[in-house]
């Protein structure tokens, strides 16, 4: 089950590629949210890295790892709802790889517009995320370029970075919720915590308009569920990934279900508390932990406000309701 997670020796050789682009993010407690949850509250700030989400951890490290094997491609293609995106444009420039993004009709305006920023050539197809990635796997066979998935174990070794500065920063911390999208980030933060022994449980999260993940670890199996989330894109994913699924197993405490009402107070509450600016899926992990607090009360939680990615009208609008 273990032989795709990154080891300790791994995590910490992914940090020393991802610290030539940028320094450990913060973690903070900050006291208004803990006086909201009714404990103590780590706050780790993946919204601080230079695209505003932890995706980007991932895109260097599976760029050095193909630069390593001398294997970089005259072209890459991926899929996106944004921040994968910005992560593989990231990379892909600094590389001088020519990168073509799909993303779906109706995707985040500003997400779009970071990743032509970076370079990235975009094309919209399909109405979610499962037909954008079913499209550019085609697109990639026909011009014979480099697919990267959304999730691979070249990726974990970046993104596991965030939960070990969180966890070795953090010690004390009894429970950490962790938002699935495409299974990057809990997979990561298994890895993290095996790799340094740390005794926090992982609490998994999903959009309960997208519950594919909590549907799938409840049958030992992936299990297709429809997307109707208006607000937590990042988590907007209708077909678990195998893979993910599989190192998940067993080492998910639970999984709670947040709405995007849920979704929509945590973002008031973040900014109202810190001034940080959550997108959906960011905010995720404090809306699980706001619905769990009965049982939290005496124990260190840690949280990941992993994306901050929101379109200003979208944030204006939860902001005035």
Known sequence: MNAQ???????????????????????YRWGQLASLLGTTCWVKHENHTPVGAFKIRGGLTYFD????????????????????GQSIGWAARAHGVPCTIVVPHGNSVEKNAA???????LIEHGTDFQESREYAIGLAKERRAHMVPSFHPDLLRGVATYWWELLKAASDIDVIYVPIGQGS????????????????????????HATTYADSLKAGKVVEAPVTTQLADGMACRVADPEA????????????????????????????????????AGAAS?????????????QT?????????????????????
């Open 301 to 321: 939680v840690g949280i990941t406000l992993c994306g901050g990615n929101v379109d200003s009208a979208v944030f204006a609008e939860i902001l005035l309701s």
């Open 5 to 27: 997670l990154p080891t300790l020796h791994d995590i910490e050789a992914a940090a020393q590629v991802i610290y030539r682009e940028f320094g450990p993010t913060p973690q």
């Open 185 to 208: 980030g809990a997979c990561s933060a298994v890895a993290a915590k095996r790799a340094l022994g740390h005794q926090a449980r992982i609490v998994g999260v999903v959009s309960a």
């Open 115 to 121: 990743m032509r920023a970076l370079g990235v050539s």
């Open 65 to 84: 790892q193909l630069a390593q094997r001398g294997a970089l491609p005259a072209e890459v293609i991926s899929a996106t709802r944004g921040n994968h």
């Open 286 to 298: 404090f809306a699980a932990a706001m619905q769990e607090r009965a049982s939290l009360q005496g």
């Open 245 to 280: 699924l599989h190192i998940l197993l067993g080492e998910i405490d639970h999984i709670v279900q947040v709405t995007d009402v849920e979704v929509a107070q945590a973002m008031r509450d973040i900014f109202a508390c810190t001034h940080n600016v959550a997108e959906g």
